[in-house]
């Protein structure tokens, strides 16, 4: 059995211990938020947080969190960030085929929360290892930059 902490709530499952992380919140807890990509942590489709920083769950094992906090899409849609973020995703037009954004989202709450004012390239550095097969790269570049902005309502 190994216990965690998911979207401030202890949990517990009983996997094998060298289970994707990525397969237990999708298949044993229901968390169909985080998306499968490429397997092998490289597009960042999978990217949840690890005590607030991202990570890839599909290649994390679920025994290295025993312990730790864990949060999911599902766990940051009350998050003031994701809310900024999410409202300039759709003001700049960001999603399109839409199957890499939980991964590009969570790696954007993530920066903001430790850097509520990022330059372009401390952007483009935290978010290199996202892949979007759609290229809408500078749109989310400007939605993060928009949502950083001290004072915007993000209407």
Known sequence: M???ILNNKKVSVDVESD???LWV???ELKLKGTKFGCGKGLC???TIHLNGSPIRSCVFPISAVENQSITTLEGILDDENYQKLQKQWIKKNVPQCGYCQPGQLMTA?????????PSK???QSAMA?????CGTYQRI?????DAAKKGEKNE
């Open 121 to 123: 390239s401390e952007i």
């Open 129 to 133: 290892g996202n892949i979007c097969r």
């Open 44 to 46: 960042g489709a999978c």
């Open 25 to 27: 919140l999708r298949d």
């Open 141 to 145: 570049q400007e939605a993060i930059l």
């Open 2 to 4: 190994i216990s965690f």
């Open 19 to 21: 289970t994707p992380l």
């Open 109 to 117: 709450t993530a920066l903001l929360k430790s850097n509520n004012n």
